[in-house]
């Protein structure tokens, strides 16, 4: 939005349509402190705050902009990122936080480096995607490390929308008198899933690692790959090279195919011990901030790999 932007202290929501009611689909910080709320009908936004400003959310341009936001984090933190629409990203930073001072730093670096955009951050990391997504938009810190083994106790206090389950769910356990995401796993699970279908079911074990959530990692078009998936680690140095060559030849046909070369490279490897859990990190970002360079909000969290995702809700 450039010069036309209006100044971050205004009480300003985007407006979106669900259905035939028109809601608010973000709101700048002075308009949350305000009272106004991402979902509220406009009309209660209007009852509320007379005078606050609209303007019509786009979400076309908040998709490519959080598409955009996920290529530079592929550059400069991990070689897994994922946008995780409509407002967020993750990344799977396993094997990648030594690289960047450790997990606290990279966190704590991420968010520092979205606030020099003009982009107020928050970041999370946890054993499970769930956990950090969670612990990224509903937990005050800034930066918070949950200890391995510590998503289920970190999260408890957390209100039920950190399940990532659709509205009308959090509507049905609030009338029964949920609160928390601790309410939800200290009942049994079966009547649970019986009233409100298996994906509450499911993101429960997610959140507690009891099943897999696997990453689909954003691929850059221009950049050629290769790739070799083993069913077991591998350590042999003559193994190592191996397969080396083998990929070193597949990559060599992937550029003759595209037209492109290498006038001169060198490989270098790595290794690393096994990796018994995986961390995860969520951030979260303002559609505001990608839009105008205006302060806007955004929330890291991660698993032992990472989750980045992007909010709409500002703090």
Request: hydrophobic residues 40%; proline residues 9%; aromatic residues 4%.
């Amino acid at each position: 939005m450039g010069a036309s932007a209006p100044p971050p202290d205004d009480r300003l929501v985007l407006v979106g349509r669900e259905g035939a009611r028109r809601i608010v689909t973000a709101v700048s910080r002075p308009a949350e402190q305000a009272g106004l709320r991402v979902g509220m009908p406009l009309t209660k936004a209007h009852a509320l705050l007379p005078d606050v400003m609209t303007m019509p959310a786009d979400p076309a341009a908040d998709a490519a902009a959080l598409n955009r936001l996920a290529f530079w984090a592929l550059q400069h933190y991990a070689p897994i990122v994922t946008p995780d629409p409509p407002d967020g990203l993750v990344i799977d930073t396993t094997g990648a936080d030594h690289l960047h001072g450790g997990e606290e730093r990279m966190l704590t670096g991420l968010v520092n480096r979205l606030g020099a955009s003009g982009i107020a951050a928050r970041a999370a990391i946890a054993d499970t995607p769930g956990a950090a997504h969670a612990a990224a938009r509903f937990r005050a810190d800034p930066v918070c490390i949950i200890a391995p083994g510590g998503a289920r106790e970190a999260v408890a206090p957390l209100p039920i929308l950190g399940l990532r389950i659709p509205s009308d769910i959090v509507t049905g356990l609030h009338v029964l008198g949920f609160a928390t995401v601790g309410d939800v796993l200290a009942v049994p699970r079966a009547p649970l899933v019986l009233r409100f279908g298996p994906l509450l079911g499911r993101r429960l074990d997610q959140l507690q690692g009891t099943i897999s959530e696997p990453v689909d990692p954003l691929r850059d078009p221009e950049l050629a790959s290769v790739r070799k998936v083993f069913g077991e680690p591998i350590g042999a140095p003559e193994t190592i090279a191996r397969y080396t060559t083998s990929l070193v030849h597949d990559l060599c046909l992937a550029l003759e195919k595209r037209g492109l070369g290498v006038p001169e490279g060198s490989i270098s490897s790595s290794t690393a011990s096994t990796i018994r859990s995986r961390r995860s990190a969520s951030a979260r970002r303002s559609p505001f901030g990608m839009k105008s360079g205006s302060p806007g909000s955004s929330r890291i969290a991660s698993r032992r790999s990472i989750r980045v995702s992007a909010s709409r809700s500002w703090t």
